[in-house]
C-alpha cells in the first residue's frame, strides 16, 4: 500500500500573503478584506509577506527539509472563477524546503516539497447561482507533499500527528484549517482524493478507500485510475468522473516578485516534540508515552521539564500532571518551581492553591451576571464612563483593567462584557 | 490650426482642450480627454498606466469601462510635485505592436497622416509632437517609446528597468516592462524622471540605486546589427556619426555575438509572461462584461475572450504554447540564457563607452505598406530597440535628420543605472542641431 499527501495548513501571519489586507480577523462582511492585489485589478503587484516567508522557513527546517540559499515563485496557470489573476501564485522548483522527511518511530516519511502558495477566493455555491468571497484570496498558505511513503492506516494516524504536533511548535494549529489531497495505491493504479477538510475526514476517507480497494482485489477487478471525492455524510468515497489526463499548469517564472535570500531570516526553532519526549525520558529513566502526552501539544511542558534535573525529573512530571488535574492551564515557571520545592504528592486543591499563592476564592471567575450586575454598578457611579463609551480608548481600558482586576477575566473577556452591557444600557 | 503648438498658454484650459480635441479627431493621439480644469505643468499618460478615475483601457476592448480606483506610483510622485494628467494615450492593445495599428482606432502621424507613429506607445509620440510644454508618461517593453519617438520626431527615454515603480501600469511583460518619457528634449524629460525614480515599497522589482551620469565620449556600433538595415538608413546614421566625430566624440567599431538571437528571444520571453498577465481579463469583475450569466464558466470564459484583439491573441496562444511542459526547455530556457548572454556583452562595452545605432531599420513606412505584412516581418523590425530593452539598459531616441519631411531617430545606450548620462548627451546634441518638430497639423 502506497499513500502519499499533498497537505495545506494556513500560516498563523496577521496579514495576507502578497498584500496588507487582514488574513482571518474580521472576516464577517464578505468582501471587505479586499484591495486591487487580492482582487487581481490590472496594474497592481504582489509585494511578499516576510512573516509567511519565515514561518514557512521554520516549518521546512522542522521537516528537516533542504533549505536553499534563495527561494522564488512561480505562476501555476488555470481558470477559474475563484482564482483572480488566472493564476495561482505558488512555489516549485525554488520551492523554500525540499527533501525532508518525519520520522515515525525509525521510518521516515518522505517529504518532497514544502511550498508557500496563496489561498483562492471562496466561492458560496448557492441553488442556482454562485457568489465569491475574496476574503480568502491571497490567505497564506503552506503545501506540504510528502512522498507516497506511508503503507498503513496506521502510519497515516501516526503521521498526522506527528505532522500536527510539529506544525503547532511552529504555530500553526492544523485542527483549524486543513485541506487535504490523498493519494492511495494498493495496486497498481493511484487514486486520487481530493479536497478533503479536516483530520477527522481525512483518516476517515482514507479507510474507506482502503476498504473499497481491498475489496476490488480480492474480487479480482481492477482498480482505475481516478480522482475522487469524499463525502462526509456518506462516510465514502465517489468517483469525479473527471477526464484523467496529465495537467497542464504552463508553471512560469512569476516576474513580479523576486529571488529572496533565505540565510537570514528570522526562523523559530525547529522542535520535534516526540525526540525531544524520547530524550527526555531516555536521559531520565521515565516512560517515554507518558513525557509524549505531556509536550506533543504544550510547548510550555517541554520547557519546563528540560529546565530540571534528574533528580527532580519525577516530581516534575506528577507536578504537570497536578496543574491539569486542578484544570490549571496559565502556570507560569516561577510557579512550576515554587512548587516543585513542596511535596504535594497528596495534596488538596484548595491548599495547592494556597501554596501556589491564588486564594480558591479569587482564582473561580465570577458567573456571568455578578460581573455585567457590577459593570453596571460602575457605570452608575461613575456617568461619564457610560458617557464616554465605548469609542473612547482611555475610558475603555481604564474599565477593562476594573473589570479584569476584579473578576479575573481576560482582557477580550472584559471588553466584551462592557460592550455589551454599555448597549443594553444605551437601549435602554 | 494654427500653426502653432497647442500650448495651455493663451486660450486657457478649455480652448485647450478644445483645441485637442478637434487634433484629436483627426489623429488619434488620446483614448481619453479629461475636459476638468487643470493647473500647473501637464503630462498625457499611456493608457496602460492607472490614473486615478481615469478610464485605463491599454487599448482593449476587455477594458472597456474599466476606471481604476488608484493611481500608478508614478502618477502619484508626479501628482504630488504638481503636474496634472490631461488624458489618457492611445497604444497597441496592450503594448503589442510597433506600428501602432493594433488598436481600435490607430493613431496617425502627425508629419503625415497616411505614416504609421510607430508603438506602442503611439498616441505619448503624437501628443507631443502637438502639445508644446508638456511630457508624455509612455512605457516600453520592447521598444514601445524608441519606436514612436523615432517616427514622430520626439525624444523618448526608455530608464533602466526597475528605476520607476511598476506599480499601476497594466501588464504586458512584466520582467520587461518599463514606464519612461516622451518629450521635445532633454530637459523636460530630465525634469519628470527625476520626480519619479526611486524604490516603491508596492512594487518588488523597483530599485532603490542611485541614478548616475558618468559621462563618456566614446561612441560603440555594433556591426552585425547593422547588415538587416535599409542602406538609406545607414548612410544618414553615416552621416550622424561623422557629425560626431566632428564633435570629439570616438566611434569605434564592435561585434556582440548572440545579439542576432536577441528579437526571438524577446518574443519568447514576452509572450510567454504576456498570456499570463492576460489571464485576468475573465469578463466579470471590471472591463467589458459578460451578460449571460446562464452560461457555464468555459463558455462565459471563451466570450470574454473573444474581446481581444488579434494580435493579443495571437500572443496569448504563443505563449501558453512555449510554457507547455513538454517544450519549456526547446524555448523558454533557451531564451532566458540568450538573454544572460546578452546582458553580460552588452554591460562588458557599455562600462567602456554608449553604444549608437539608428532607432529604427526602415524609413517610416505607409499605414498600407505595413498593415499586411506578416507578423515575422513586423517582429523584425524590432531588430534594433529589442536588445537594450531585453537587457533593461537604459537608452533613448532622438531625431536627427529630416528627410522628404519625415524625422528620423538614432538610439544611444548606456549602462544600467545610468540614465542621466543619457539626458546629459542629448543636451549636448541639441546645442547644435535644430528640431523640427510637426506643429502645423491639419
Given at each position: 500500500?502506497k499513500?502519499?499527501l499533498e497537505?495545506?495548513?494556513?500560516l498563523?501571519?496577521k ?7 487582514l488574513?482571518y480577523e474580521?472576516?464577517?462582511e464578505?468582501?471587505?478584506n479586499?484591495?486591487p492585489?487580492?482582487?487581481g ?5 504582489p509585494?511578499?509577506?516576510?512573516k509567511?516567508l519565515?514561518?514557512s ?21 488555470y481558470?477559474?472563477p475563484?482564482?483572480?489573476k488566472g493564476?495561482?501564485i505558488t ?7 525540499i527533501?525532508?522527511?518525519v520520522d ?8 518532497r516539497?514544502v ?5 483562492p477566493?471562496r466561492?458560496?455555491r448557492?441553488?442556482?447561482?454562485s457568489?465569491?468571497?475574496f476574503?480568502?484570496?491571497g490567505v497564506?498558505?503552506?503545501e506540504?507533499?510528502?512522498?507516497p ?14 505532522l500536527?504536533?510539529?506544525?503547532y511548535?511552529?504555530?500553526v494549529?492544523?485542527?483549524?484549517e486543513?485541506?487535504?489531497d ?6 497498481e493504479?493511484?487514486?486520487?482524493i481530493?479536497?478533503?477538510t ?6 476517515a476517507?482514507?479507510?474507506?478507500e482502503?476498504k473499497?480497494q481491498s475489496a ?7 482498480i482505475s485510475?481516478e480522482t475522487r ?9 465517489v ?15 512569476e516576474?513580479?516578485l523576486t529571488f529572496?535570500?533565505t540565510t537570514k531570516?528570522a526562523?523559530q526553532?525547529?522542535?520535534?516534540a516526540s525526540?525531544?519526549?524520547k530524550?527526555?525520558?531516555?536521559i531520565?529513566?521515565y516512560?517515554?508515552?507518558t513525557?509524549r502526552?505531556?509536550?506533543?501539544f504544550?510547548?510550555r511542558?517541554?520547557?519546563l521539564?528540560?529546565g530540571i ?5 519525577k ?5 504537570i500532571?497536578?496543574?491539569a488535574s486542578?484544570?490549571?492551564e ?5 510557579e ?11 495534596i ?7 501554596l ?7 482564582e473561580?471567575k465570577a ?6 450586575s ?8 461613575d456617568k461619564?464612563l ?5 469609542n ?6 481604564f474599565?477593562?483593567g476594573k473589570v479584569?482586576e476584579?473578576?479575573h ?5 472584559a471588553a466584551d ?8 444600557m444605551?437601549?435602554? | ?5 497647442l500650448s ?8 485647450f482642450?478644445?483645441?485637442?480635441k478637434?487634433a484629436?479627431?483627426k489623429l ?6 479629461d475636459?476638468k480644469e487643470k ?7 499611456k493608457d496602460n498606466?492607472c490614473?486615478?478615475?481615469?478610464p485605463?483601457?491599454?487599448s ?6 474599466y476606471?481604476p480606483?488608484?493611481?500608478?506610483t508614478a ?8 503636474f496634472?494628467v490631461?488624458?489618457?494615450t492611445?497604444?497597441?492593445?496592450f ?9 481600435e482606432?490607430p493613431a496617425k ?13 503611439s ?13 508624455s508618461?509612455?512605457e516600453?517593453t520592447g521598444g514601445?517609446?524608441s519606436?514612436?519617438?523615432?517616427f514622430c520626431?520626439v525624444?523618448?527615454?526608455?530608464p533602466?528597468?526597475?528605476a ?9 511583460a512584466s520582467?520587461?516592462d518599463k ?5 521635445k528634449?532633454?530637459d ?8 519619479t525614480v526611486g524604490?516603491?515599497p508596492?512594487?518588488t ?8 551620469n558618468?559621462?563618456t565620449?566614446?561612441?560603440y556600433?555594433?556591426d ?5 538595415i535599409d ?13 560626431l566625430s566632428?564633435k ?6 564592435v561585434?556582440i ?6 528579437v526571438?528571444?524577446?518574443y519568447?520571453?514576452s509572450?510567454?509572461e ?5 489571464a485576468?481579463?475573465?469578463g466579470?469583475?471590471?472591463g467589458?462584461k459578460?451578460?449571460d450569466?446562464s452560461?457555464?464558466?468555459?463558455d462565459f ?8 484583439g488579434?494580435e493579443a491573441?495571437?500572443r496569448?496562444?504563443?505563449?501558453t504554447f512555449?510554457r507547455?511542459k513538454s517544450?519549456?526547455q ?5 531564451a532566458?540564457?540568450i538573454r544572460h548572454a ?8 557599455l562600462?567602456?563607452g554608449?553604444?549608437i545605432?539608428?532607432?529604427?531599420p526602415i524609413?517610416?513606412p505607409?499605414i ?9 516581418e513586423?517582429y ?11 537587457c533593461g ?5 532622438f531625431p536627427y535628420?529630416?528627410?522628404r519631411?519625415?524625422p528620423?531617430g538614432?538610439?544611444v ?9 543619457l539626458?546629459?548627451f542629448l543636451?549636448?546634441w ?5 528640431y ?7
Amino acid at each position: 500500500m502506497k499513500i502519499g499527501l499533498e497537505v495545506h495548513v494556513a500560516l498563523p501571519t496577521k496579514t495576507k500573503l502578497f498584500c496588507s489586507d487582514l488574513a482571518y480577523e474580521n472576516q464577517e462582511e464578505p468582501n471587505s478584506n479586499v484591495c486591487p492585489v487580492c482582487l487581481g485589478l490590472p496594474g497592481a503587484k504582489p509585494v511578499l509577506n516576510q512573516k509567511a516567508l519565515e514561518i514557512s522557513a521554520g516549518i521546512a527546517k522542522a521537516l528537516n527539509c533542504e533549505i536553499g540559499e534563495k527561494t522564488w515563485f512561480v505562476r501555476k496557470v488555470y481558470f477559474y472563477p475563484d482564482l483572480p489573476k488566472g493564476y495561482q501564485i505558488t512555489q516549485l522548483d525554488g520551492a523554500i524546503g525540499i527533501k525532508g522527511y518525519v520520522d515515525l518511530n525509525g521510518k521516515k516519511i518522505g517529504i518532497r516539497r514544502v511550498q508557500i502558495e496563496e489561498d483562492p477566493a471562496r466561492i458560496i455555491r448557492e441553488k442556482d447561482y454562485s457568489l465569491i468571497d475574496f476574503n480568502r484570496s491571497g490567505v497564506p498558505l503552506n503545501e506540504i507533499v510528502t512522498e507516497p511513503d506511508i503503507a498503513s492506516l496506521e502510519e497515516l494516524k501516526g503521521f498526522i500527528e506527528e505532522l500536527r504536533s510539529i506544525l503547532y511548535y511552529q504555530g500553526v494549529n492544523i485542527n483549524q484549517e486543513l485541506k487535504t489531497d490523498l493519494n492511495i495505491s494498493l495496486a497498481e493504479n493511484r487514486v486520487e482524493i481530493k479536497n478533503v477538510t479536516g483530520v477527522r475526514n481525512l483518516i476517515a476517507a482514507a479507510e474507506y478507500e482502503i476498504k473499497r480497494q481491498s475489496a476490488l482485489i480480492k474480487e479480482g477487478k481492477e482498480i482505475s485510475l481516478e480522482t475522487r471525492s469524499y463525502r462526509e455524510d456518506e462516510n465514502e468515497t465517489v468517483s469525479s468522473r473527471e477526464k484523467e489526463t496529465e495537467e497542464e499548469y504552463g508553471f512560469t517564472f512569476e516576474p513580479d516578485l523576486t529571488f529572496y535570500d533565505t540565510t537570514k531570516l528570522a526562523m523559530q526553532k525547529a522542535v520535534i516534540a516526540s525526540n525531544a519526549a524520547k530524550e527526555l525520558a531516555d536521559i531520565n529513566e521515565y516512560n517515554e508515552k507518558t513525557i509524549r502526552e505531556l509536550v506533543l501539544f504544550n510547548k510550555r511542558n517541554l520547557s519546563l521539564l528540560e529546565g530540571i534535573s534528574k533528580e527532580e525529573f519525577k516530581k516534575g512530571v506528577s507536578l504537570i500532571e497536578k496543574f491539569a488535574s486542578f484544570g490549571i492551564e496559565d502556570y507560569s515557571e516561577e510557579e512550576f518551581m515554587k512548587m516543585l520545592k513542596r511535596d504535594v504528592s497528596s495534596i488538596e486543591k484548595d491548599s495547592f492553591l494556597q501554596l501556589l499563592g491564588r486564594s480558591n476564592k479569587t482564582e473561580e471567575k465570577a458567573d456571568k451576571e455578578e460581573i455585567e450586575s457590577g459593570i453596571k454598578e460602575m457605570l452608575y457611579l461613575d456617568k461619564t464612563l457610560l458617557e464616554r463609551g465605548i469609542n473612547d480608548g482611555k475610558a475603555m481600558s481604564f474599565m477593562i483593567g476594573k473589570v479584569k482586576e476584579k473578576y479575573h477575566v481576560t482582557g477580550k473577556e472584559a471588553a466584551d462584557f462592557i460592550q455589551k452591557v454599555i448597549k443594553s444600557m444605551l437601549n435602554n | 490650426m494654427t500653426g502653432k503648438f497647442l500650448s495651455l498658454k493663451g486660450e486657457g484650459y478649455n480652448g485647450f482642450v478644445s483645441q485637442l480635441k478637434h487634433a484629436n479627431e483627426k489623429l488619434d493621439a488620446f483614448n481619453f480627454i479629461d475636459e476638468k480644469e487643470k493647473n500647473g505643468k501637464i503630462i498625457s499618460v499611456k493608457d496602460n498606466i492607472c490614473v486615478k478615475g481615469m478610464p485605463a483601457t491599454a487599448s482593449s476592448k476587455i477594458l472597456h469601462g474599466y476606471i481604476p480606483g488608484f493611481n500608478a506610483t508614478a502618477i502619484e510622485r508626479l501628482e504630488n510635485s504638481g503636474f496634472s494628467v490631461i488624458g489618457k494615450t492611445n497604444m497597441d492593445e496592450f503594448g503589442f505592436g510597433s506600428f501602432g495599428l493594433n488598436s481600435e482606432h490607430p493613431a496617425k502621424n502627425p508629419y503625415n497622416e497616411e505614416y504609421v507613429t510607430g508603438g506602442s506607445s503611439s498616441g505619448s509620440a503624437v501628443a507631443t509632437a502637438l502639445i508644446k510644454e508638456h511630457v508624455s508618461i509612455a512605457e516600453s517593453t520592447g521598444g514601445s517609446i524608441s519606436a514612436p519617438a523615432a517616427f514622430c520626431g520626439v525624444v523618448g527615454l526608455t530608464p533602466t528597468y526597475g528605476a520607476i515603480s511598476r506599480y499601476g501600469l497594466i501588464d504586458y511583460a512584466s520582467s520587461l516592462d518599463k514606464i519612461g518619457f516622451m518629450g521635445k528634449g532633454a530637459d523636460s524629460i530630465r525634469e519628470v524622471m527625476e520626480k519619479t525614480v526611486g524604490s516603491d515599497p508596492k512594487d518588488t522589482t523597483s530599485l532603490s540605486k542611485a541614478i548616475s551620469n558618468k559621462n563618456t565620449h566614446k561612441l560603440y556600433v555594433i556591426d552585425n546589427l547593422m547588415g538587416g538595415i535599409d542602406e538609406g538608413i545607414k548612410d544618414r546614421f553615416e552621416g550622424l556619426l561623422a557629425k560626431l566625430s566632428a564633435k570629439d566624440y570616438e566611434i569605434e567599431h564592435v561585434k556582440i555575438d548572440y545579439l542576432e538571437y536577441s528579437v526571438p528571444a524577446y518574443y519568447i520571453l514576452s509572450m510567454s509572461e504576456a498570456s499570463t498577465n492576460l489571464a485576468k481579463y475573465q469578463g466579470f469583475k471590471y472591463g467589458f462584461k459578460v451578460k449571460d450569466f446562464s452560461l457555464n464558466y468555459n463558455d462565459f470564459f471563451m466570450s470574454a475572450r473573444k474581446q481581444f484583439g488579434k494580435e493579443a491573441k495571437r500572443r496569448v496562444i504563443l505563449g501558453t504554447f512555449i510554457r507547455s511542459k513538454s517544450i519549456k526547455q526547446k524555448y523558454y530556457e533557451k531564451a532566458l540564457a540568450i538573454r544572460h548572454a546578452i546582458i553580460a556583452r552588452m554591460g562588458k562595452i557599455l562600462k567602456e563607452g554608449f553604444i549608437i545605432m539608428p532607432t529604427m531599420p526602415i524609413f517610416t513606412p505607409k499605414i498600407s505598406e505595413v498593415s499586411d505584412i506578416s507578423p515575422v516581418e513586423a517582429y523584425s523590425m524590432d531588430m534594433l530597440t529589442v536588445p537594450p530593452n531585453l537587457c533593461g539598459f537604459p537608452h533613448i531616441s532622438f531625431p536627427y535628420f529630416y528627410e522628404r519631411g519625415m524625422p528620423l531617430g538614432a538610439q544611444v545606450i548606456t549602462d544600467h543605472f545610468n540614465d542621466y548620462s543619457l539626458l546629459d548627451f542629448l543636451s549636448e546634441w541639441e546645442s547644435g542641431f535644430e528640431y523640427k518638430f510637426k506643429e502645423e497639423v491639419g
